[in-house]
């Protein structure tokens, strides 16, 4: 079973990554589907990725070997029970939806307007953006609900997943 479900995530899976400096021209994405590439790119991929999530998290020379291994022994909990990717926004009481609504509303602003959200964060940020899906909403709305849609479909694998897995 737990082969099944890894194959299904797998094959779902498309991963994103630009080159270039973000925001500014000359910039590439590149998506990498990964039901068309190859047992050992995707076998890269996880290596790479658990030893990046993991050390870039542990933080660098300030900390201790203690304070690191305690770190690296959460983040790879977090791995191990899906929680790895909750944002802060969901500790402030915002709704998935709204949190999907926003990473959609942000890609839409910048491919209209690069330059709209430069320097911007926080409650400015999510103001100006709050303000954009409000007068876009039939078409934002839509395509933040697939994506949520997507991404619990996604979480749901991974759980059924992870609960075979032991440490």
């Not at 029970?81 to 949190?99: F, H, Y």
Request: hydrophobic residues 45%; aromatic residues 2%; contains cysteine.
């Amino acid at each position: 079973m737990q082969n099944e479900n890894l194959l299904k995530v797998i094959n779902a899976m498309v991963c994103e990554t630009t080159i270039g400096k973000r925001g500014e021209d000359g910039t590439k994405t590149f998506q990498l589907n990964l039901a068309n590439m190859s047992i050992n790119g995707i076998v890269a991929i996880l290596r790479y990725g658990a030893q990046r999530i993991v050390n870039d998290r542990c933080g660098g020379s300030d900390k201790t070997l203690k304070d690191k291994e305690a770190i690296a022994s959460m983040i790879c909990g977090q791995l191990m029970d899906g929680s790895i990717g909750e944002r802060k926004e969901r500790a402030a009481g915002v709704d998935l939806l709204t949190q999907f609504a926003r990473k959609v509303a942000i890609r839409l602003i910048k491919a209209k307007d690069k330059a709209k959200l430069k320097g911007l964060e926080g409650e400015k940020l999510a103001e100006i953006v709050d303000a954009f899906i409000l007068k876009n909403e039939k078409v934002i709305l839509p395509m933040a609900q697939a994506e949520l849609d997507a991404a619990n479909a996604e979480r749901e694998a991974m759980a059924g997943l992870a609960a075979e897995l032991e440490f």
